[in-house]
């Protein structure tokens, strides 16, 4: 099974500012690699596939780089709306078993 | 616009089955060759794959679950379903419904699952 590793585990950003994400994977996975935002209470929202591809309707502020082992996703220009969960999800093996990191908790200072 | 809906049983005693439904509507289940997948959070934890239905068709599960789960389409419903046999405290979560993978969007809102005798 491949094991994702998110840093850090909570993150404090002041609006504006820029946060960055880290995923580490435990094996090579190419660009597959998801990334999602969850509020509380709430199902995760799609915001990266690809590795680098931003879903429908998801803001330019959202970024995302990396392949193989280690990718970056990066928040430019914060907003208020942006709190919550961020999970990074692999899909490269086949036969598929999908997997998420443990999740970064990002607060708006 | 596809939405999904989870429903059945939240409540669900030790060494019972938990069954939940995943109503699609906004689109057709059968339609675009999508894969249809649930997964699972148990409180204050991260997200788990439980399987899907590849495509509409073949079923993939995680091996960690893989003799307990069965997954199935109704067509004619327009929806899928989760079995889950042999519950113990460990499966209690949230249960999401969602399109895909390899990646999920959209999700269901979730249904609790709980598991008390």
């Known amino acids: 099974e491949i094991l994702m590793t998110q840093s850090p585990a909570a993150l404090s950003v002041s609006p504006g500012e820029r946060a960055t994400l880290s995923c580490r994977a435990s094996?090579?996975?190419?660009?597959?690699l998801a990334w999602y935002q969850q509020k509380f209470g709430q199902a995760p929202r799609l915001l990266i596939f690809?590795?680098?591809t931003r879903a429908a309707g998801i803001p330019a502020r959202f970024s995302a780089s990396g392949s193989g082992t280690e990718f970056t996703l990066t928040i430019n220009s914060l907003q208020s709306e942006d709190f919550g969960v961020y999970y990074c999800?692999?899909?490269?093996?086949?036969?598929?078993?999908?997997?998420f990191g443990q999740g970064t908790k990002l607060e708006i200072k | 616009q596809l939405l999904l809906q989870e429903s059945g049983s939240g409540l669900v005693k030790p060494s019972q089955s938990l069954s939940l439904t995943c109503g699609v509507s906004?689109?057709?289940?059968?339609?675009?060759?999508?894969?249809w997948s649930w997964l699972r959070q148990a409180p204050g934890k991260g997200l788990e794959w439980i399987g899907y239905l590849y495509r509409g068709g073949n079923p993939y599960y995680n091996p960690s679950l893989k003799s307990r789960v069965t997954i199935s389409l109704d067509r004619s419903k327009n929806q899928f379903s989760l079995n889950l046999t042999s519950v113990t405290a460990a499966d209690a979560a949230v249960y999401f419904c969602?399109?895909?993978?390899?990646?999920?969007?959209?999700w269901g809102q979730g249904t609790l699952v709980t598991v008390s005798s």
């Open positions: 999800q692999q899909y490269y093996p086949w036969p598929p078993m999908f997997t």
């Open positions: 906004g689109g057709s289940i059968s339609s675009g060759g999508f894969s």
């Open positions: 969602a399109r895909g993978g390899p990646w999920f969007a959209p």
């Open positions: 094996q090579n996975v190419g660009t597959s």
């Open positions: 690809g590795a680098n």
